[in-house]
């Protein structure tokens, strides 16, 4: 089928360009820093532990607590990461070969140009999955290896941070539609700025108790829901813990509802379709 | 034995092939109707009705901005109309099925240049919907075709400008089309690839394909093209049979002892144009038939004819009369 001979050719364009050494070269070093750096704090924190971890178990839960919050801190750049990766090979996917013509030998063939949206779109998605696990599930196995250390629902976690990166990839792909690359990049970059801010808002205005703050940050959220996807992904994947402690990086004041999920689905689905419609009718 | 069964399984495939473009040349391979395209202020193509009959190649001659590429957008659904009626085999350019039987090169022949030439084909073969074993068969056949078969494996990124073009020409065949829109083939070719363009055009005509081309390169459309548009601020001034045009721009030119009033008027009669220059003189004449006419001409007012040349004026020199007079009338 068509729409998966597009889907190859994504897979064999981030090869040829060498994207996939890169990613997994880099992703690799990052995750050896993680290790590394992980290994020396617990040395050093267990040389001088506090009071209260003196005791066997108390131990314990004292090491789950550092693992819990070191794992979640690896997470949190994973997704950055994660959008910086879907936004920067989405953004040119179509917007490129628009404008460098290449487009032109594929919509001319005997196949409906949805099929080159979603069939790029669904090569990106795969490669993202890849990314996510492969990242995502690599710092987990360096702290479950160092400490035996095991986070709750990581498969909904990732999940979520997969969800997160969709979001980016339906927005770079309906902007490639009918944006330059570079206008197109500033757009999902901007979009994800908004979502950014908008979460610190919300959080900090519910720190405050100031509800126009909160409704602020909701209302960016629902512009954006990518960062959304992410405070989600962490709140599952910590323990009940580090919530308590009011960790300000990783902690929830204000917990988006599970109809955020549906929200997100919904809208990676409208901006799918919308790039599918343009698409469709724009001159080539 | 298994040679023969090939043998025989080409013949019918061929003889399919046949019946399938006999069935479609009692229609035209394209029809369109006052088409048109705006891009915001700029008309590109005002006023368009052209009819390209099908298992001809047809030549789309204009000078630069015409509309020509924007023409062939349209036909190949790339682009769509402001306005106007188009067919193509039959069907609306739009629709992918339209687009099963058609072949493609571009006007910016750019490709994916991370694939290795081979592997371009394979990858447009699928997109046409090809097997994996036809296309055993048929990539290296057409990069034979194009003089490639030594870079099969070399990636695009490498490519020669004119290997470039090449690989783009044997792309648009991948699928033995009915119809083939080829804008400007050999702009990038050297003359060797423009024989080898010709050659091929040559060989997809014999095959029935009907041959849609944009060029700048007269004298090349000259030798290929069997019919003929000009085309000027998107309308098309004027549709000629190569052979009729090139026939009817025959100039003679005649040396005479004496150029008496009288043989100017009769000239005048036979053709347009006449020019006397002392005892030489030149005439524009509509057919060949009519040269016999001016030497009788001459022989009935008595005068001693030395010399009576018809000379063929190029497609060149016709495109140029065409495109730089505004009304139709006057032409040549
Ligand atoms: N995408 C576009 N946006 C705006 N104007 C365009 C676009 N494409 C073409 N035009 C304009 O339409 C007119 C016709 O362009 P077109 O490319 O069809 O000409 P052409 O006959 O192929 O010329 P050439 O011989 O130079 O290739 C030109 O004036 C051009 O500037
Ligand atoms: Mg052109």
């Not at chain 2, 400007?184 to 070719?189: H, M």
């Given at each position: 089928m068509s729409l998966l001979t597009i889907t190859s050719l994504t897979f064999r364009e981030a090869w040829r360009k060498k994207l996939f050494w890169v990613a997994l070269g880099l992703g690799l070093a990052f995750l050896a820093l993680f290790a590394v750096g992980f290994h020396y704090v617990l040395v050093d924190i267990l040389a001088h532990p506090p009071g209260e971890a003196r005791t066997g178990p108390g131990m314990k839960i004292f090491i789950s607590q550092i693992s819990g919050i070191f794992l979640i801190l690896g997470l949190f750049a994973v997704n950055f990461l994660v959008v910086m990766m879907s936004a920067l090979t989405s953004a040119g996917a179509i917007a490129g070969e628009i404008s460098s013509h290449t487009i032109q030998t594929l919509v001319t063939k005997p196949i409906p140009r949805w099929h080159i949206v979603l069939g790029k779109w669904l090569g990106q998605s795969v490669m993202l999955v890849i990314y996510v696990i492969f990242m995502a599930g690599g710092l987990t196995l360096v702290v479950y290896f160092r400490t035996g250390y095991f986070p709750p629902n990581p498969a909904a976690g990732m999940s979520l941070l997969v969800l997160e990166g969709l979001i980016v990839l339906s927005i770079a792909t309906f902007g490639g539609t009918f944006l330059p690359t570079m206008a197109n990049g500033v757009l999902v970059f901007m979009l994800y700025g908004i979502a950014f801010a908008g979460s610190w808002v919300e959080q900090i205005g519910a720190a405050l108790k100031s509800e126009t703050a909160v409704q602020v940050g909701i209302i960016a959220s629902l512009i954006m829901p990518s960062e959304t996807m992410w405070r989600m992904a962490s709140d599952l994947m910590q323990p009940k813990l580090i919530q308590e402690a009011a960790f300000p990086l990783i902690s929830l004041y204000s917990k988006p509802s599970q109809a955020m999920i549906v929200y997100a689905v919904g809208y990676l689905l409208v901006f799918l379709m919308a790039a599918v419609y343009v698409f469709e009718r724009r001159d080539l | 034995m298994c040679l023969e069964w090939l043998q025989e399984n080409r013949h019918l495939k061929i003889n399919a092939h046949r019946k399938l473009s006999r069935k479609i040349m009692t229609q035209p391979a394209i029809s369109t109707a006052n088409l048109r395209k705006e891009y915001g202020q700029t008309v590109a193509v005002q006023d368009l009705t052209l009819t390209v009959p099908a298992g001809e190649v047809f030549g789309f001659l204009g000078p630069n901005g015409a509309g020509k590429s924007t023409t062939i957008k349209m036909l190949m659904g790339l682009v769509t109309p402001t306005a106007g009626q188009v067919s193509v085999l039959g069907q609306s350019p739009g629709r992918p099925a339209a687009r099963a039987k058609t072949g493609f090169l571009p006007e910016h022949f750019r490709f994916h240049e991370w694939l290795k030439a081979k592997e371009f084909l394979t990858v447009h073969g699928k997109l046409y919907g090809l097997a994996a074993e036809t296309l055993k068969t048929q990539v290296p056949r057409l990069l034979e075709m194009v003089s490639l078969q030594d870079s099969a494996d070399t990636r695009l990124s490498n490519f020669s400008k004119g290997m470039l073009q090449r690989i783009g020409l044997a792309q648009a065949m991948l699928n033995n089309p009915a119809l083939v829109f080829l804008d400007?083939?050999?702009?990038?070719?050297d003359p060797l690839g423009r024989r080898l363009v010709r050659d091929v055009i040559h060989r997809l005509k014999e095959e029935g394909t009907t041959i849609f081309l944009n060029s700048h390169l007269l004298s090349e459309v000259e030798k290929t093209c069997d019919r003929v548009a000009f085309i000027k601020k998107g309308r098309v001034i004027r549709t000629d049979r190569m052979s009729d045009l090139l026939n009817r721009a025959t100039e003679v030119h005649l040396r005479v002892d004496a150029a008496p009033p009288a043989l100017a008027e009769g000239l005048q009669k036979l053709g347009r144009q006449v020019q006397v220059n002392g005892n030489r003189v030149s005439l524009l004449v509509d057919s060949p038939e009519i040269v016999p006419e001016i030497a009788r001409l001459t022989m009935q007012l008595g005068l001693k004819l030395y010399e009576l040349q018809p000379g063929q004026t190029s497609l060149e020199e016709i495109f140029v009369r065409i495109i730089e007079t505004e009304a139709e009338g006057d032409l040549v």
């Open positions: - | 400007e083939p050999t702009s990038g070719l």
